[in-house]
């Protein structure tokens, strides 16, 4: 039930996007974020709760490295 | 996000516990972080390293109460009809579920989210309810939703729960020793980091939001003990690409507008303040129990009992695991659930039942 997933936008009109889901074309609420074309949003229940932010998932990997004092990026 | 599962990382995560020589016990309060644990197989990973983490109550299906089953169903038999999310049609309520009524003819009907209900209530002329499950994560859905002012067929029995104070009352309950609360990716995406720090401050724990991959846990896993070797109680974000400190504010301001907090009961707990979430005086006329006050006069002030056995409660509570129950897997199976633990793929002990060998065996 409340799975929430990563999808890429592709189309905004409004309040709604189409979205996708590596391959599953689907349209979600984004009136709760202000996500733009080529993001990805983390969607639940049919609206979009946030938008990932690709800069901070590289900063934590790298961070992970740092603490793990290994370069296994 | 693949990275996220990198096994060599994953060793080397589990090697640095190793050598600080725990023995801690965890609870994280979130179906999708069981999932994880369990189908990636780090619980016992995990344990060989001396970690103990329990699932608290962390699914909105689970602690839904006997009560508040008892009145979808009967809003359903009063020719209502009900939407509601896929998970909680099996929930057995005293006799019956919502899947039962489905069965004897009453209008009970799967959606994928609140807007798949408006949607309904604007094609049909029958009253047109919508069963409001869920935490912080998916309130703000129903809350855009019914800002929108709905359709009047349209209305929401709210059965919405907040995280925050149900963490309180399992702290001051103090059933289980905590080392370290792991916090919901998604509800905090939504709430932020800032409603937990009370925790860390007036009860010393350390916490951590953290994701939803391996890595994503066993990092936060590793922050909880740097933080509990270094006498630290903070709220860490682990889970950095999708929760800020102040959450998401657009989300917040609509939950305000719609909700008001109220005290209500969560499966296995007593009477929780501020715990639950009911319609804001602006938005009353879509409030279900309002509207239909007569068809549920009946269930007011009833004894709701537990289903005989079923340990769902200690499990809610951390008290037990579910493996712990003498039903489980026994008498209780996914096919032939006794609680709702056993119900919901956010449940615990249908997480466990589904990656086991009981599941291979069928
Ligand atoms: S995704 Fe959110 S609501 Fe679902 S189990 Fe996790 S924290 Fe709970
Ligand atoms: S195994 Fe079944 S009976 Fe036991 S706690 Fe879980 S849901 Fe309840």
Known sequence: MCLAIPAKVLEISGDVATVDFGGIKKEVDVSLTDAVVGQYVIVHAGFAIQVLDEEEARETLALFDQILGGNVA | ?362
């Open chain 2, 1 to 362: 996000m693949f990275r996220f599962r990198d096994k060599e990382m994953a060793d080397k995560i589990v090697q640095k516990l190793r050598e600080m020589d725990l023995q801690i016990t965890l609870m994280h309060v979130c179906g999708t972080h069981q999932d994880t644990l369990v189908r990636h197989g780090l619980q016992p990973l995990l344990e060989d390293v001396g970690v103990d983490i329990r699932q608290g109550p962390g699914c909105p299906v689970c602690v839904t109460t006997a009560k508040e089953i008892e009145e979808s169903i009967a809003l359903a038999k009063a020719g209502k009809t009900i939407t509601v999310f896929g998970d909680m049609i099996k929930v057995p309520g005293v006799e019956e579920s919502l899947s039962d009524a489905k069965t004897e003819g009453h209008d009970v009907r799967i959606v994928y989210g609140v807007n798949d209900a408006v949607d309904l209530a604007d094609k049909i002329s029958n009253e047109v309810v919508f069963i409001g499950v869920g935490f912080e994560t998916t309130t703000p859905s129903i809350a855009v939703a019914v800002s929108r002012r709905p359709p009047k067929n349209f209305s929401l029995l709210s059965c919405h729960r907040v995280i925050p104070p149900a963490l309180k009352a399992i702290v001051e309950m103090g059933e289980v020793r905590l080392d370290g609360l792991i916090e919901p990716g998604h509800v905090s995406t939504i709430i932020g980091s800032r409603p937990y720090e009370f925790l860390s401050e007036e009860h010393g724990i350390p916490q951590v939001i953290a994701g939803f991959e391996p890595l994503d846990l066993l990092m936060g896993v590793y922050m909880l003990a740097k933080q509990k070797e270094e006498g630290n109680a903070r709220v860490d974000i682990e889970y950095r690409r999708v929760v800020k400190p102040e959450g998401n504010p657009t989300a917040i301001k609509v939950m305000d507008e719609v909700f008001d907090p109220a005290d209500v009961k969560w499966r296995g707990f007593p009477t929780i303040p501020a715990s639950g979430l009911v319609l804001s005086d602006a938005y009353q006329e879509y409030d279900a129990r309002q509207r239909f006050e007569d068809d549920l006069a009946e269930l007011e002030g009833k004894e709701f009992k537990e289903p005989k056995g079923c340990r769902c409660g200690e499990v809610l509570r951390g008290v037990i695991r579910s493996e712990e129950c003498p039903l489980f897997a026994k008498t209780c199976t996914p096919t032939n659930p006794i609680g709702p633990c056993m119900v919901s793929a956010e449940g615990s002990c249908s997480i466990l039942y589904k990656y086991s060998k009981h599941a291979e065996a069928k």
